[in-house]
């Protein structure tokens, strides 16, 4: 009979810690001291979870036993949740400003590639182990979806937007801020359009790469290089015919939009989720609340803008720094307007912007701006999972879900910063270093 292996947490990175693209144990028990099993439903005492083949087959109140032959994972002394998500990353690089610019033209697609790898196993161990990335132009996160489910590379799993859309000249031009003579290398990625047809077109582009979202920019942006401001820079019937085509193809569609006309813009064409909705009305805020879609506050910006000033005066052009200047100032005032009005809200950071691998940071900017650490919890799990449409794989603990499970030291209802400092990750049923 082969025993049964009961090891402490401070062990399993000996033990039990295995790349992703490892075969999962054929049986684990975890035994959980406290088990937050849907983020806004009460918390449940000892508690044991049963996973096989990186599903979980069974949730039980009390410490069952570990059959023999099973792994037993020893989270007594941990609150344990389901595995975060992060709807709004970019994970080929955290570079910024000039330094992020210079990138663009000295990288590969292989290089950029192995950033993504690295950045997405740092956000991995951080706990989130779902992320939506919104955007890169070379195909590195779409190449690194795939090599993850495969089980060729460890890494969250990855639902991937490709190549971002913008009108020309809009915040997802690609072609911004280069001399004229270089202007046309760099828009021929074709995610730039003119027209619905041509809107059209550049969304059957992004899903014939195999895209799983539609990402385009209905207004300006924060650190893109053209001084129109951060209004509406699409048409309305071109933002209705790219929700209109990625809907034709199954693809939800998110949406950057720091203006109102943009932000309204978006909810009138039917958007999935608006990303920033930095500046409101109080007509967009009604019309937002009587929609259904998401709010990606993307809070975290501040802390890397913050940062690389701290680091280097020089770090941003200084058009682009005078937004940035703004952007701090006006960060989270959207979210304390749009909490009460009841609008539904999904965590994401803008990590790329900020620091990969501290996502978490995310949880206390939502609580200091309006957010109750369990709704923020619910952001990041419940709600996220349903904008992503993967509700029936991830968000909860429950049998038939992906075993996507993590644990920390307290009680982040207590405390939403103890989520800074993950202890414990599971992802698809398998224990990361």
């Keep these: 009979m082969k025993p049964i292996h009961c090891l402490p947490l401070a062990l399993l990175g000996a033990a039990l810690v295995t790349p992703l693209a490892a075969q999962a144990p054929a049986r684990t028990v975890i035994h959980a001291g406290q088990l937050l099993a849907e983020p806004g439903k009460p918390v449940r005492g000892a508690s044991t979870i049963i996973v096989e083949n990186g599903r979980i087959v069974a949730v039980a109140d009390g410490y069952q036993p570990a059959e023999p032959g099973a792994t037993l994972i020893d989270l007594k002394d941990k609150y344990v949740l389901p595995g975060l998500i992060d709807s709004h990353v970019h994970l080929t690089s955290d570079a910024g400003g000039i330094a992020g610019q210079l990138e663009e033209i000295t990288l590969s697609p292989a290089a950029q590639a192995f950033n993504a790898e690295v950045n997405g196993m740092k956000t991995l161990r951080a706990g989130f182990t779902t992320v939506r990335n919104l955007g890169d132009g070379d195909g590195a996160t779409l190449a690194l979806r795939d090599a993850i489910l ?15 859309i913008s009108g020309s000249a809009g915040h997802m031009d690609g072609s911004l801020g280069y001399r004229d003579e270089l202007r046309p290398f760099f828009a021929g990625a074709g995610n730039t359009c003119n027209g619905a047809d041509d809107c059209r077109r550049a969304v059957r582009l992004q899903v014939g790469r195999g895209a799983d979202v539609i990402k385009f920019a209905s207004t300006g942006g924060v650190n893109s290089r053209i001084g129109a401001g951060l209004g509406k820079q699409m048409f309305d019937d071109e ?63 501040v802390n890397g803008y913050k940062e690389r000033i701290a680091a280097n005066a020089n770090a941003y ?62 952001a990041a799990t419940v709600n996220a999972a349903d904008l992503l449409g993967l509700a029936n794989e991830i968000g909860t603990i429950a049998p038939g879900k992906s075993a996507d499970i993590i644990a920390v030291a307290s009680d982040p209802i207590a405390d939403v910063r103890v989520l800074k400092k993950v202890d414990f990750v599971m992802a698809r049923g398998e224990v990361v270093d």
């Design 150 to 164: 495969a089980g060729k590379v460890g890494g969250p799993r990855i639902v991937d937007a490709g190549n971002a």
């Design 317 to 378: 052009e200084p058009d682009v720094l005078a937004k940035i200047k703004w952007r701090i100032e006006i960060t989270g005032k959207s979210l304390e307007q749009l909490v009460p009005r009841g609008v539904r809200i999904a965590f994401g950071t803008d990590a790329g912007v900020s620091k990969h691998g501290r996502n978490g940071d995310e949880f206390e900017l939502m609580v200091q701006h309006g957010m109750t650490p369990v709704a923020a919890l619910k």
């Design 239 to 301: 933002a209705q015919a790219i929700v209109e085509t990625a809907h034709l193809f199954g693809k939800k569609v998110a949406v950057h939009a720091h203006g109102a006309d943009g932000i309204r813009l978006a909810i009138d064409a039917g958007a999935d989720s608006i990303e920033h909705g930095t500046i409101l009305d109080e007509a967009t805020i009604a019309a937002w609340a009587k929609s259904k879609t998401y709010y990606i506050p993307t809070l975290s910006t």
